[in-house]
């Protein structure tokens, strides 16, 4: 069973070019299930038959396990199904005729043009680490880039004159453009802040630690969780937040969504329109508060 899992991991990461949040949800998932299989229904994942994934998702529930992550583990045993499928070690795939998890789909929090301008002020540029801290939280609220392409970044991926960045993901590139605050950030700390921290000059990632090394994602996490609470906003701020935000704040001054769903990297436009239904969501908010009849 280790070996199915192990080789399902390399299909993810190397045929399907799954982001490393995908990858590590999904192993993670097949791999509880695997665990329930054994310990609870004492059958092995190349035997699993419906009835098995049915239990299961009845036994999350009984734990109190969320919808989504009912929906989620379900969604990886059909991958997972599919693979082993496709490789001969099962002859149908147990979870194929299951009728989805229904979820109730949350929009996601963004944050108001005010809580942005004082999110992005908390940095300051007083030292090496300020000045680091500033370009980053710029950079991504410009561009809306995901943080594991953030960190992901190399120097030859940006190009300052022109005022734009190349930002590669799943296969595919695309050339997202930068505003000039993010710009003049980006030129500080890198013509004079990165060459103060890197400790190799054949070091190429654009955003280092104290350390001199790549920024990990666990590291940026801590930088975002710093300067909320430093900014006293109650809102729970992630990385994902500032990408949720730019894309509103974008559809809110007049985007068109092919445009949004290019620079976001989304390949289904469907995922860019739930920005469509915050705008909406957030027009109806006003409209109750404000119109006297409402």
Not at 25 to 33: H, L
Not at 41 to 68: P, V
Not at 188 to 209: C, G, T, W
Not at 231 to 249: E, G, Q, V, Y
Request: proline fraction near 3%; charge should be positive; glycine fraction near 4%.
């Amino acid at each position: 069973m280790a070996n199915y899992i192990a080789d399902y991991t390399n299909y993810l990461k190397l045929e399907r070019r799954s982001s490393d949040n995908t990858v590590s949800s999904y192993v993670r998932d097949v791999t509880q299930f695997s665990r329930y299989l054994m310990e609870v229904e004492e059958a092995e994942l190349s035997r699993c038959r419906t009835e098995h994934i049915e239990r299961y998702i009845a036994y999350m529930e009984s734990k109190g396990k969320s919808s989504a992550s009912a929906a989620r583990s379900m969604a990886a045993l059909k991958s997972f199904y599919n693979y082993l499928h496709s490789r001969g070690v099962v002859r149908v795939n147990p979870a194929r005729h299951m009728s989805p998890v229904r979820t109730e789909r949350k929009l996601p929090e963004i944050l108001t043009g005010k809580e942005v301008e004082l999110f992005l002020e908390q940095p300051q540029c007083v030292d090496a680490k300020g000045y680091r801290d500033h370009a980053m939280l710029e950079l991504l609220y410009a561009t809306g880039i995901r943080v594991s392409e953030l960190i992901n970044l190399n120097v030859d991926n940006v190009n300052l004159h022109a005022g734009f960045i190349r930002c590669s993901s799943r296969g595919k590139e695309r050339i997202i453009p930068v505003y000039a605050a993010a710009v003049k950030a980006l030129s500080d700390y890198m013509k004079e802040i990165r060459p103060q921290l890197i400790i190799s000059p054949r070091e190429q990632a654009l955003f280092v630690n104290m350390s001199g090394e790549r920024m990990s994602r666990q590291g940026f996490w801590k930088i975002i969780k710093y300067y909320q609470e430093k900014a006293h906003i109650n809102k729970d701020i992630t990385p994902h937040t500032l990408r949720h935000s730019f894309a509103a704040h974008l559809l809110e001054n007049g985007a068109d969504l092919r445009s949004i769903q290019e620079m976001l990297g989304h390949a289904d436009i469907s995922s860019t329109q739930i920005y469509s239904h915050m705008v909406k969501k957030q027009l109806q908010d006003v409209y109750r508060k404000a119109h006297p009849r409402a």
